[in-house]
């Protein structure tokens, strides 16, 4: 089991930037691949940015240049740095976890944090 905390998000306006934590109950450096989803009102919820064990990142094209997913291994925990926001990133961002398990793979998610970008 992994559990998911996220924190950070807020309301700011168009072109600021926001660092959204999302903190793992055990040792991220044992989950497959970590990643930050978004969902706004009305929408699916989309893949914004992932971080595998091994360092590699992969992004959406709407966030390429303006978001960076890293990690603190020491503190367990994810971040998704949001520069240039745009009132178009308003929404839920959730944090996701992805762990082997045996020959399958369990998925986890957080709670959500809010945020919100006026124009």
């Known amino acids: 089991q992994v559990q998911l905390v996220e924190s950070g998000g807020g309301l700011v306006q168009a072109g600021g930037s926001l660092r959204l934590s999302c903190t793992a109950s055990?040792?991220?450096?044992?989950?497959?691949?970590m990643r930050w989803y978004r969902q706004a009102p009305g929408k699916q919820r989309e893949l914004v940015a992932s971080l595998s064990s091994g360092g590699s990142t992969n992004y959406a094209d709407f966030v390429k240049g303006r978001f960076t997913i890293s990690r603190d291994n020491a503190k367990n925990s994810v971040y998704l740095q949001m520069d240039s926001l745009k009132p178009e990133d308003t929404g839920v961002y959730y944090c996701?976890?992805?762990?082997?398990?045996?020959?399958?793979?369990?998925?986890?998610w957080g709670q959500g944090t809010q945020v919100t970008v006026s124009s």
């Open positions: 055990k040792r991220i450096l044992s989950i497959d691949t």
């Open positions: 996701s976890a992805r762990e082997a398990s045996g020959s399958s793979w369990l998925g986890y």
